[in-house]
């Protein structure tokens, strides 16, 4: 069994900061990719920020410059620094991984529970 546990949302104003984090337990052989999603209301699920065990990452355009994923490989955590927020980036925000719980088998996707994010103008 895989957890994945996210920590860090709140109430911020525009133009402040808050560091999402998302620790991965259980049982976890390696992980691939990581990243952080979000969901406003009335809206689809949406890619915020990826990266790859390797450090590649991706952005979506609405956050580049903005907002900076990292990952700490030996804790299984992903983070998610969003600097110059605003009040469009009001949503419940995902972390996702994708898991290989032994060698051999293929990764399967694990969703945190959601932490929200709301930036009042």
């Known amino acids: 069994q895989v957890k994945l546990v996210e920590s860090g949302g709140g109430l911020v104003q525009a133009g402040g900061s808050l560091r999402l984090s998302c620790a991965a337990s259980?049982?976890?052989?390696?992980?691939?990719?990581m990243g952080w999603y979000r969901q406003a209301p009335g809206k689809q699920r949406a890619m915020v920020a990826s990266?790859?065990?390797?450090?590649?990452?991706n952005y979506a355009d609405s956050v580049k410059g903005r907002f900076t994923i990292s990952r700490d490989n030996v804790q299984n955590t992903v983070y998610l620094q969003m600097n110059s927020l605003e009040p469009e980036d009001t949503a419940v925000y995902y972390c996702?991984?994708?898991?290989?719980?032994?060698?051999?088998?293929?990764?399967?996707?694990?969703w945190g529970q959601g932490t929200q994010v709301t930036v009042s103008s």
């Open positions: 990266t790859t065990s390797g450090g590649s990452t």
């Open positions: 996702n991984a994708d898991v290989k719980v032994a060698a051999g088998y293929v990764g399967n996707d694990y």
């Open positions: 259980g049982s976890i052989f390696s992980i691939n990719g």
